[in-house]
């Protein structure tokens, strides 16, 4: 068997890369498939996550201009080439299953190509709020919907990560599984700091602005403790959140830090979670925080959170935006380690029930399915 993935790039840490070298490290090492994995910008770099030594990397060196839109004049002059690369290496790979796991511009030859292979378009984001401004677009742009919802329905599945998203694709031939994770052992956790951890793509979709002004209110009840967030992202972004730390003279309380490998290893210091985001469709950051015993308190940001954490049993889900209620929810469980105990050790068992293992047993049957019938 030959499992082929498709997408941009594999060397920048992000929910995308994590999820998918577990399950091309399941396919590979496990299954003992011939797994490949595709990219269109590498640009020699190396993988941000670890993966066996049985996958192939492949890169087309496209190098679409990232700064720019997909479909700025300097990226469409880049779409022949792409295109091209594309097909050869197909032709050559001769996969049995192609799973491509972001937006780029293969999504729309990809279902019209090599139309024998079985193709698996993954979606990673909600598209609640997208929902909401097709209910109330026209022209040029509802025909852009319109497109999309075609292309959609020409792949061989979709995959989504939550039920509430089955809703916003038209087409029948969805399927939700959600991401796995690789459990960790913390029994090692002796003492955990009086630290909040936020971590992710540091940019205006993940609000950490909103989070760092709903600090300021906490520390005037619990003044010990601290807020850290690990994240890489949008130098402008960054700035920005630089200068409300200074404003609100939080240099000592909170704290931006780097991406890091070692994430877990700051979970298991920290003592719960913290989520404000727009919107999140299968937040993976937020079942690795729980797998090392942390409590979440979250926003019920569209549609993620509300599929994996369980209000008041491994954490609090806040009503969206109500800053007030965030705020007394963090200062509850800063001031209840007990409570914060008791919802860590039900977090490890929700994490529990997404591990690799019991994840994988559904793409498996998705994937013995796909190939029966072609």
Same mark, same amino acid.
């Given at each position: @068997?030959?499992?082929?993935?498709?997408?941009?790039?594999?060397?920048?840490?992000?929910?995308?890369? $994590?999820?998918?070298?577990?399950?091309?490290?399941?396919?590979? /090492?496990? @299954?003992?498939?011939?797994?490949?994995?595709?990219t269109?910008?590498? $640009?020699?770099?190396?993988?941000?996550?670890?993966?066996?030594?049985? #996958?192939s990397?492949?890169?087309?060196? &496209? *190098?679409? #201009?990232?700064?720019?839109?997909?479909f700025?004049?300097? *990226?469409?002059?880049?779409?022949?080439?792409?295109?091209?690369?594309?097909?050869?290496?197909?032709?050559?790979?001769?996969?049995?299953?192609?799973?491509t796991?972001?937006?780029?511009?293969?999504?729309y %030859?990809?279902?019209?190509?090599?139309?024998?292979?079985?193709?698996?378009?993954?979606?990673?984001?909600?598209?609640?709020?997208?929902?909401?401004i097709?209910?109330?677009?026209?022209? #040029?742009?509802?025909?852009?919907y319109?497109?999309?919802?075609f292309?959609?329905s020409? =792949?061989?599945?979709? &995959?989504?990560?939550?039920p509430?998203?089955?809703?916003?694709?038209?087409?029948?031939?969805?399927?939700?599984?959600?991401?796995?994770?690789?459990?960790?052992?913390?029994?090692?956790?002796?003492?955990?700091k009086?630290?909040v951890?936020?971590?992710?793509?540091?940019?205006?979709?993940?609000? =950490?602005?909103? @989070?760092?002004?709903?600090?300021?209110?906490?520390?005037?009840?619990?003044?010990d403790w601290?807020?850290?967030?690990?994240?890489?992202?949008?130098?402008?972004?960054?700035?920005?959140?630089? !200068?409300?730390?200074?404003?609100?003279?939080?240099?000592?309380?909170?704290?931006?830090q780097p991406a890091?490998?070692?994430?877990?290893?700051?979970?298991?210091?920290?003592?719960?979670? +913290? @989520?404000?985001?727009?919107?999140?469709?299968?937040?993976?950051?937020? +079942?690795?925080?729980?797998?090392?015993?942390?409590?979440?308190?979250?926003y019920?940001?569209?549609?993620?959170p509300?599929n994996?954490?369980?209000?008041? =049993? /491994?954490?609090?889900?806040?009503?969206?935006? *109500?800053?007030?209620?965030?705020?007394?929810?963090i200062?509850f469980?800063? !001031?209840?380690?007990? +409570?914060?105990?008791?919802?860590?050790?039900?977090?490890?068992?929700?994490?529990?029930s997404?591990?690799?293992?019991?994840?994988m047993?559904? %793409?498996?049957?998705?994937?013995?399915?796909?190939?029966?019938?072609?």
């Open positions: @068997m030959k499992i082929l993935f498709s997408t941009d790039q594999i060397y920048l840490h992000g929910g995308i890369e $994590k999820v998918m070298a577990e399950k091309a490290n399941y396919f590979a /090492d496990v @299954m003992g498939y011939e797994v490949f994995i595709l269109t910008e590498q $640009k020699n770099n190396p993988p941000c996550y670890p993966l066996s030594k049985n #996958i990397l492949l890169d087309l060196s &496209v *190098n679409y #201009i990232r700064t720019k839109s997909y700025h004049p300097l *990226n469409i002059s880049k779409i022949p080439t792409h295109f091209s690369r594309f097909i050869k290496t197909i032709e050559t790979i001769n996969p049995d299953i192609i799973i796991c972001n937006y780029a511009f293969d999504f %030859w990809l279902p019209f190509t090599f139309v024998s292979i079985p193709k698996i378009k993954e979606f990673h984001s909600s598209r609640y709020f997208e929902n909401e097709r209910k109330k677009t026209t022209g #040029i742009r509802r025909l852009k319109l497109l999309n919802d292309i959609e020409k =792949f061989t599945r979709l &995959v989504l990560l939550n509430d998203e089955l809703d916003f694709y038209p087409s029948p031939n969805k399927v939700v599984i959600p991401n796995p994770i690789t459990l960790r052992d913390h029994s090692d956790v002796q003492k955990r009086k630290q951890i936020a971590a992710g793509r540091i940019a205006p979709v993940k609000r =950490f602005d909103l @989070m760092i002004e709903a600090w300021k209110k906490v520390i005037a009840a619990s003044p601290h807020l850290v967030i690990f994240g890489d992202g949008e130098p402008a972004y960054v700035d920005y959140l630089r !200068q409300i730390i200074v404003d609100n003279y939080l240099e000592h309380n909170v704290f931006l890091t490998p070692q994430l877990q290893d700051e979970f298991l210091q920290s003592s719960f979670y +913290l @989520m404000t985001s727009k919107t999140e469709c299968y937040p993976m950051v937020l +079942l690795e925080a729980m797998s090392c015993g942390l409590p979440i308190v979250t019920d940001s569209p549609t993620g509300r994996i954490v369980t209000h008041e =049993f /491994d954490g609090f889900i806040v009503p969206y935006d *109500n800053e007030s209620v965030l705020v007394e929810k200062v469980l800063t !001031q209840n380690e007990p +409570l914060r105990h008791e919802m860590g050790i039900k977090a490890v068992s929700k994490a529990a997404f591990s690799v293992e019991k994840v047993v559904q %793409w498996l049957s998705l994937i013995k399915e796909l190939k029966q019938k072609h």
